[in-house]
């Protein structure tokens, strides 16, 4: 792959980092898990957390997926969705949401410097965040959408908000 200019997941692993990591609280689906580590590889992010029974490498569907990405992604695992968001919140993440909640805020309208580290907080892909996990939350942030059916693939959604992010932080 090298004259793709890609890096050797060794020196992957040694790259700057944004100070954004993802909470994946339940998902059901190894190839969402995958396509996510694939995304937050690809921007630079921090970390995974990979919470509650979301399946956690190492997986061949998850690898299927993720292409590889998950050995170069930093991931911690969870029992708990809710220890993890405590445990975040000590290490001075702001824990955002990412569902459509009220209130919420369009990732049209959404503000940051770059700087503050961030959680983006996942849910499930058929019931979306649990109402506790919720509650733990800071705020809630949405990707505006005009479809009829209003809804987005979670990993879908997770490469927006990668890219965003990673626009944002390296320019600020």
């Known amino acids: 792959m090298n004259e793709l200019n890609r890096p050797p ?62 050995e170069a992604v930093p991931w911690r695992g969870w029992e708990d969705p809710a220890e993890a968001l405590r445990q975040l919140r000590s290490e001075g993440y702001a824990l955002i949401a990412v569902e459509q909640a009220e209130p919420s805020v369009s990732l049209a309208d959404w503000t ?30 949405e990707v505006p959408q005009w479809g009829c059916k209003h809804s987005l693939n979670v990993s879908v959604c997770a490469g927006i908000l990668f890219w965003e992010a990673a626009r944002r932080s390296r320019l600020g």
């Open 9 to 70: 997941v060794d020196q992957s692993k040694n790259n700057p980092k944004i100070p954004v990591v993802a909470v994946l609280g339940n998902l059901r689906s190894l190839q969402n898990v995958g396509s996510v580590f694939r995304s937050a590889d690809a921007f630079g992010l921090k970390e995974i957390i990979l919470a509650g029974y979301t399946g956690r490498p190492p997986h061949r569907d998850i690898h299927k997926a993720a292409l590889g990405a998950e």
């Open 112 to 141: 940051w410097d770059g700087k503050l580290p961030l959680a983006f907080v996942f849910g499930n892909e058929v019931d979306g965040l649990h109402p506790d996990l919720l509650k733990l939350c800071d705020w809630a942030l």
